[in-house]
């Protein structure tokens, strides 16, 4: 771990819906705690695009469906000391991966396009185009979960995780302690 | 054929078998032996005549690997795909069938004349590789003969006439003649020693059937069938669970790989199993019996209904059996239609209903609630014809022999890398070594032990003994030389038990399929050592959540292989310091998008000048 008295914290969101970050935010009047343990580095919560040094945490949102993720993730890894998945997008893909089912087709990638942007009855795309702007990020072949790209430390499950859950965790993590989640946390039947 | 023709021939099966939809396994067999196929008309028409929907004809259609829906070569050539013939050659095999026949694997030829498949293990793998032409077992097949063979069908030549030799033994015998050897290369004193005498089940007849069942007790007897159930006791539970009707039923569904004892034993020792079968229907009480025989087997099927009529003809089956007042017992044999699972008690009388072939929930016990919900007592083959020995010689001399737990001998079906594959019969208790000596296959490498469902065991183990309180085993020991690959079979395994198995549970059905494709990253060279405490892991699941013994056993291959050959595995494994996935490649997973998007990726693409 880095030598700052105080934790660094690094947090993204791949192929999610920013919900695990919502519920990282029902950790509510925690958050003073937690940022007198930590600075938070690179994070939707504040906004900065770019890992500045290196993590003692990283949390993943979401798994990889292009290769913008792919890219985000593999430098989490580098930059981080430990990685955490969080939520089941990132642990196994989640809804996207919803994707991965068309797998009977010659290009399913390309039956999965149209679908969306062009043959499904639910649809209003009215210029019948697939999204091909030269700044969108390439779609990967199907969705990858976190662990099928890089080696991931910790998951929490849940979609998304409580933010007691999350707390729970965090807090493990920054003190140093194995964690030792309650079963009511983490059972979701 | 008309359609006329095809309703008219679908009504005579059908009421050749009472129009029973219980008799439902052996219309389709009929059905798809003339048509080649169950199309969608034949399910309509079965699902009238014997007064079911035509979805239920649907289901058990599909779940069995001998029916089809789309049509077949009037010659149907199933290649055993089990590892010991693949070990053997059956790639070589494969292409030259596909070559003369102009027909890929899985095809039906244009003219409708042929078709190539693979079979699950047909058991002969101690004269591999061996191949069915419609009922014709063909044996130790080489480039040549399956030339030779492709080209006499190609001219016409009826499967039955390609055979220029017929095996040992009674497989020469004018009901068989099948070029199939027994290759019983070691006689034992239970169930070898001498002919059939029909001796027991004189004895039986004098005998209460209370003394009956307490002499199977007294003798040790454990299932031969691979989980060596103590026999006694459950054919007390069968007698003592109240009815009007019980039921006996030989499984010689033999559907392990590696596994041919039972072959060899109908083939040689047939009386005795229906002797066996007899004297246990005098103890419980039961006056129809059934032979499960495997699909694969049915070129047996004349010779044993001839045994069967034989049997009759002497009073030895029939109504008041040797002239014992009021003691009827008599015997059908079910022809099974190529589904492993159908080896398992349960299934195996879903199956005998005429259902698919899925395992039941349990408790009830077969022998409580069984074949058409009344007590039914499943043995092995092997199981039987010891009763038979034990009757006739006593209990006493039946358990002196063996182990303490584990008494009599055992068949065992030797086959893979070793001089002398075939049948041995030796007392429980016999080492592995003494096994590999016998064989001819002291330099194994690796022993499977009791078939996929077994272990596999690594020479510092060839030490243990052959019997229930060490090594168990249905019967099947392959050997592997030095120079397979451990993983290969291991992979392989898992292939045959992700086609086998039901479907029924998600860990089962899903779990075996996440099994293989982690051997196969490890296979690739992709994997670090996380991988195995997943594949351990995930092991632990389906055995511990699967809801019969094929989900309960199936990841064997994976926890022996790992606790008996780590290095193997360890020689594979290779760790990334920087904690990238060695299996991931990026530009694979882009290769389509950027087709489709037709633009290149200005992340990952380094040569990407914008
Ligand atoms: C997937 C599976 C396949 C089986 N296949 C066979 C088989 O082919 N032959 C057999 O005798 N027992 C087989 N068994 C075991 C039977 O369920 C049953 O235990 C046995 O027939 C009982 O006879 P026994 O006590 O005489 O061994 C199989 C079990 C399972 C779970
Ligand atoms: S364990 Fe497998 S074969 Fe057995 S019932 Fe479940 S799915 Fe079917």
């Not at chain 2, 049509?71 to 089990?82: H, P, Q, V």
């Not at chain 2, 310091?577 to 200005?602: C, N, V, W, Y």
Request: charged content about 25%; some cysteine.
């Amino acid at each position: 771990m880095s030598d700052s008295p105080k934790k660094r914290l690094a947090t993204t969101s791949l192929a999610g819906c920013f919900g695990c970050h919502m519920s990282l935010l029902d950790i509510d009047e925690r958050i003073l705690a937690l940022i007198e343990q930590v600075e938070f580095d690179r994070s939707p919560i504040n906004d900065i695009k770019k890992i500045t040094r290196r993590c003692d945490v990283g949390l993943i949102e979401g798994g990889c469906c292009n290769e913008e993720n792919v890219h985000t993730l593999q430098e989490f890894r580098r930059k981080c000391d430990v990685l955490v998945a969080v939520g089941q997008c990132a642990i196994m893909g989640g809804l996207p991966v919803m994707r991965n089912a068309i797998m009977h087709s010659d290009d399913p990638l390309k039956e999965c396009l149209y679908e969306a942007y062009i043959d499904s009855p639910y649809i209003q795309n009215d210029n019948h185009q697939i999204p091909n702007d030269p700044a969108l990020p390439l779609i990967l072949d199907r969705v990858y979960s976190c662990s099928e790209v890089v080696k991931i430390d910790y998951q929490i499950p849940g979609c998304p995780p409580s933010g007691d859950m999350l707390w729970q965790t965090l807090t493990s993590l920054i003190e140093g302690r194995p964690e030792n989640l309650p079963l009511e946390l983490i059972k979701y039947d | 054929m008309t359609t006329d023709n095809q309703h008219d021939l679908i009504t005579d099966i059908c009421t050749r078998y009472g129009n029973d939809k219980g008799r439902m396994l052996d219309i389709l067999t009929a059905v798809q032996e003339r048509l080649r196929c169950i199309d969608e008309t034949s399910m309509h028409t079965i699902a009238d005549t014997i007064g079911c929907s035509r979805i239920e004809v649907e289901g058990v259609v599909t779940f069995y690997s001998f029916f089809s829906v789309e049509r077949k070569g009037d010659i149907t050539i199933r290649l055993c795909d089990d590892i010991v013939d693949r070990f053997a050659g059956m790639k070589e095999i494969s292409m030259i069938f596909e070559e003369e026949l102009g027909i890929k694997l899985g095809q039906t030829s244009d003219d409708g004349r042929f078709s190539i498949d693979h079979a699950a293990c047909i058991g002969m793998c101690d004269q591999a590789p061996a191949a069915l032409i419609n009922d014709v077992v063909i044996t130790s097949l080489t480039p040549e003969s399956a030339r030779d063979i492709a080209q006499k069908l190609k001219t016409g030549t009826p499967p039955q006439e390609l055979l220029n030799s017929v095996g040992d033994g009674n497989n020469a015998h004018e009901l068989i003649r099948a070029m199939v050897n027994n290759n019983i290369r070691r006689f034992g004193e239970v169930l070898f020693d001498d002919a059939n005498t029909g001796k027991g089940l004189k004895q039986a007849l004098h005998q209460s059937p209370q003394d009956i069942i307490e002499q199977v007790i007294e003798s040790g007897l454990r299932g031969c069938g691979g989980a060596g159930f103590p026999t006694g006791r459950k054919w007390s539970m069968a007698a003592n669970t109240p009815a009007t009707e019980r039921y006996v039923i030989c499984n010689a569904d033999e559907g392990e790989p590696g596994t041919f004892k039972d072959r060899v034993l109908l083939t040689e020792r047939a009386e005795l199993v229906i002797e066996g079968m007899t004297i246990a229907a005098r103890a419980i009480a039961s006056t129809q019996g059934i032979i499960y025989l495997r699909g694969e087997y049915a070129y047996l099927k004349p010779y044993l209904e001839a045994c069967l009529q034989s049997q009759r003809d002497s009073n030895f089956l029939g109504k008041n059996i040797g002239n014992v007042d009021g003691f009827d017992f008599d015997i059908r044999i079910q022809l099974g239609a190529g589904a492993y699972i159908c080896g398992e008690e349960s299934s195996l009388i879903s199956s005998c209903e005429g259902l698919r072939g899925e395992p039941k929930n349990r408790p009830p016990y077969p022998v409580e609630k069984g074949y058409l919900d009344c007590p039914t007592l499943v043995n092995n083959v092997e199981t039987f014809a010891c009763i038979a020995r034990i009757i006739e010689r006593g209990a006493q001399w039946f358990n002196s022999i063996g182990t303490d737990d584990s008494s009599g001998t055992k068949l065992i079906s030797i086959s893979g890398d070793c001089d002398r594959p075939g049948v041995y019969e030796l007392p429980y208790g016999t080492t592995v070594h003494e096994l590999l000596k016998l064989a001819g296959a002291e330099q194994a490498a690796a022993v499977q032990v009791g078939g996929p469902s077994g272990q596999m065991i690594d020479p510092t183990a060839y030490g243990r003994k052959i019997c229930f309180e060490d090594l168990p085993t249905g019967g099947a020991i392959i050997v592997f030389g030095s120079h397979r690959n451990i993983l290969e079979i291991v992979e392989y395994y898992l292939d045959f038990f992700i086609s086998e198995s039901c479907g029924y549970c998600t860990p089962c059905r899903v779990g075996n399929v996440f099994l293989k494709e982690r051997i196969g990253k490890i296979r690739k060279g992709f994997a670090e050592l996380m991988d195995l405490d997943y594949l351990r892991e995930l092991s632990n699941t389906v055995i511990q959540t699967s809801r019969c013994g094929l989900g309960q056993t199936s990841p064997k291959p994976v926890i022996s292989s790992m606790d008996n050959f780590p290095l193997v595995y360890s020689a594979l494994l290779k760790e990334h310091p920087d904690g990238m996935r060695a299996s991931f490649d990026i530009q694979k997973t882009l290769e389509e998008s950027r087709h489709l998007a037709k633009r290149r990726s200005h992340i990952f693409d380094t040569s990407y000048d914008n």
